[in-house]
């Protein structure tokens, strides 16, 4: 087994290891911005990948011009036997883990009315990654994280569920079971360990802005306008500020759904 490396910060004469944060699906979108948030603010970070490392890469170049170590760990969520391998990775790279961001999520867009556009197997595979990754990730890390006082995980779910819309029926439930997953777990985790969720809006993203293609996304993104209180979507920086504060700071707080959508659910 390689040896653990640990970095060390001084302050005021005392050596402190620097807490470390794991993200997954953390080469673009809002898992790229929470990992170059958590490393502008002085943590190491676990940057993961499932298919193409060249965007890791980058994700990780800007964390360490922070002064970040960073470990970049290709991991399929959905693989438990992954998800297993990359807490040993983290543990022999860092020693640690402090807060454990599941990002990484995958859907279909199916038109709601369009039941006959989506079958048991798309089901499956978008709970595959939505609900089992992140039960997979914290079983496998939960270990690590019982070790620091304040730890966190941080799921990264959607306002889909609360407002009954999104790409697909199977998208919307299986953000549904995600919130439901995270109060069990700030339950059966507590205390140690605290459990919360981010709930996004309409976040403008190259996922999204592919998935949905130019012009229906433009057409959203006017509605999503002019039906929120605030008048605009929602950017991964936005998200990342509270994903920070769900997993560094919201020290009384576990079980929770905090919603960041420009005030979608309040509507003008």
Same mark, same amino acid.
């Given at each position: 087994?390689?040896?653990? +490396?640990?970095? $060390? ?33 002085? $943590? /190491?970070?676990?940057? /993961? ?9 980058? !994700? ?17 969520? =959905?693989? @438990? ?16 883990? @402090? ?29 595959? !990654?939505?609900? #089992? ?33 999104? %790409? ?5 439930? %299986? ?20 459990? /919360? ?6 976040? @403008? =993203?190259?996922?999204?802005? /592919?998935?949905?293609?130019?012009? +229906? ?5 006017? %509605? ?24 560094? #700071? ?10 960041? @959508?420009?005030? +979608? +659910?309040?509507?003008?």
């Amino acid at each position: 087994m390689a040896a653990v +490396r640990r970095t $060390w910060v001084n302050i005021r004469g005392f050596n402190v290891t620097k807490k470390v944060c794991v993200i997954t699906g953390s080469s673009s979108g809002i898992g790229a911005a929470s990992a170059i948030l958590f490393a502008q603010r002085g $943590w /190491n970070v676990c940057v /993961n990948y499932s298919k193409e490392r060249e965007p890791a890469e980058k !994700v990780a170049a800007a964390c360490g011009g922070h002064g970040a170590d960073v470990l970049i760990q290709r991991a399929d969520v =959905s693989d @438990d036997a992954q998800c297993v391998q990359m807490a040993t990775r983290v543990k022999e790279h860092f020693g640690r883990c @402090d807060a454990l961001v599941n990002n990484a999520g995958t859907t279909k867009f199916v038109d709601l009315t369009d039941l006959g556009g989506l079958d048991a197997a798309d089901f499956q595979k978008i709970y595959a !990654v939505n609900v #089992i990754g992140p039960f997979q990730m914290t079983r496998a890390f939960a270990p690590l994280l019982r070790d620091n006082p304040g730890a966190a995980v941080v799921n990264v779910s959607s306002i889909a569920p609360l407002l009954g819309g999104g %790409s697909s029926i199977a998208y919307i439930a %299986s953000k549904g079971a995600l919130n439901a997953l995270t109060l069990v777990l700030a339950r059966v985790l507590g205390p140690q360990i605290r459990v /919360n969720v981010v709930a996004p809006g309409m976040v @403008d =993203s190259p996922w999204l802005r /592919n998935g949905l293609g130019p012009e +229906r996304f433009e057409a959203m993104l006017r %509605s999503y306008e002019s039906t929120s209180a605030l008048g605009t979507l929602v950017l991964p920086e936005d998200v990342a500020e509270t994903v920070y504060y769900l997993g560094a #700071i919201a020290s009384k707080t576990t079980g929770e759904i905090h919603v960041v @959508d420009g005030g +979608r +659910r309040v509507g003008r």
